[in-house]
Nanobody, 123 residues
Framework: QVQLVESGGVLVQAGGSLRLSCAAS????????MGWYRQASGKQRELVAT???????NYADSVKGRFTVSRDNAKNTAYLQMNSLKPEDTAVYYC?????????????????WGQGTQVTVSS
């Protein structure tokens, strides 16, 4: 249906910055919301930030003031700008998108995840 591909994950020093990208492809009719989640080793996946089609954003308390989520609706792409990175930000970051996709002559909802990209912050 809809494929998400994340990019941008690398090893960075504490205090550094990083920008993740998530590109959605497929017979997309519209994307209602895109979000970033992360999963650290041995922990559950948690919400990092979301942005809806109108640009309204939501952030986890742990990243407020440091991370900024944005999207380019024309490109079906979301971004996560991460500043002042901390070792505790180390995790696999996953992109999620919810919206509508064309299936033959019908429109159906979708809820897709990317494969994840590793972000490692060294102290």
């Amino acid at each position: 249906q809809v494929q998400l591909v994340e990019s941008g994950g690398v090893l960075v020093q504490a205090g550094g910055s990083l920008r993740l990208s998530c590109a959605a492809s497929g017979r997309i009719f519209g994307i209602l919301a895109m979000g970033w989640y992360r999963q650290a080793s041995g922990k559950q996946r948690e919400l990092v930030a979301t942005i809806d089609e109108g640009g309204t954003t939501n952030y986890a308390d742990s990243v407020k003031g440091r991370f900024t989520v944005s999207r380019d609706n024309a490109k079906n792409t979301a971004y996560l700008q991460m500043n002042s990175l901390k070792p505790e930000d180390t995790a696999v970051y996953y992109c999620n998108a919810k919206g509508l996709v064309l299936q033959n002559i019908a429109v159906e909802s979708f809820d897709s995840w990317g494969q994840g990209t590793q972000v490692t912050v060294s102290s």
